[in-house]
Antibody, heavy 124, light 107 residues
Framework: EVQLVESGGGLIQPGGSLRLSCAAS????????MSWVRQAPGKGLEWVSV???????DYADSVKGRFTISRDNSKNTLYLQMNSLRAEDTAVYYC??????????????????WGQGTLVTVSS | DIQMTQSPSSLSASVGDRVTITCRAS??????LNWYQQKPGKAPNLLIY???SLQSGVPSRFSGSGSGTDFSLTISSLQPEDFATYYC?????????FGQGTKVEIK
């Protein structure tokens, strides 16, 4: 069974930094696309970043240049380093794992496994 | 970025009703469309991937259809545990994007 456990959230002042962790079991983070998805209070889901198995990454425009996704294979843990935090970054942050499916000649991915989320509040 | 638009934003339905939610992409995405269910205070749960493939463990009353730009999620007979918010998401191109959500409430 896949388990993803996020930690590291909390209250931080605007302009500050925070590092989120996502400890994985039942899945090897280096074998999957590993994403961070956030949800502002009372709002919908926003994809934030993905780390590919090969080690490259992509980011949403809203966090590009401020957030960095990484992993520690020895700890089987995913991270999100968040710098220059803004009030609009306030959200529950989820990590999620996706695997691919070959169907009728195409390759498709969904976010199959999710952690419980960690709340980041950016406020003075 | 590819924009995803769901309709309706909310709906009221009764247990046993057939419910359909639609999702439209701003450009063609083939069949790279996923559906999620989220209950209050919980993480989302993948229901459907690749537009119409049922995720393991998801009840068969959930089904998905569509391709290109227009997609739908149908619940054939709404159950009490299905009252939740549903999101579509495209996985065709980064940045992956979600629809704004459809809240299914009890009538």
């Amino acid at each position: 069974e896949v388990q993803l456990v996020e930690s590291g959230g909390g209250l931080i002042q605007p302009g500050g930094s925070l590092r989120l962790s996502c400890a994985a079991s039942g899945v090897t983070v280096s074998d999957r696309y590993m994403s961070w998805v956030r949800q502002a209070p009372g709002k919908g889901l926003e994809w934030v970043s993905v780390l590919y198995g090969g080690g490259s990454a992509d980011y949403a425009d809203s966090v590009k240049g401020r957030f960095t996704i990484s992993r520690d294979n020895s700890k089987n843990t995913l991270y999100l380093q968040m710098n220059s935090l803004r009030a609009e970054d306030t959200a529950v942050y989820y990590c999620a794992a996706s695997k691919g499916h070959y169907i009728s000649g195409g390759f498709y991915r969904g976010l199959e496994s999710w952690g419980q989320g960690t709340l980041v509040t950016v406020s003075s | 970025d590819i924009q995803m638009t769901q309709s309706p934003s909310s709906l009221s339905a009764s247990v046993g009703d057939r419910v359909t939610i639609t999702c439209r992409a701003s450009q063609t995405i083939g069949r790279s469309l996923n559906w999620y269910q989220q209950k209050p205070g919980k993480a989302p749960n993948l229901l459907i991937y690749a537009a119409s493939s049922l995720q393991s463990g998801v009840p068969s009353r959930f089904s998905g259809s569509g391709s290109g730009t227009d997609f739908s999620l149908t619940i054939s007979s709404l159950q009490p545990e299905d009252f939740a918010t549903y999101y579509c998401q495209q996985s065709y191109r980064m940045s992956w994007t979600f629809g704004q959500g459809t809240k299914v409430e009890i009538k």
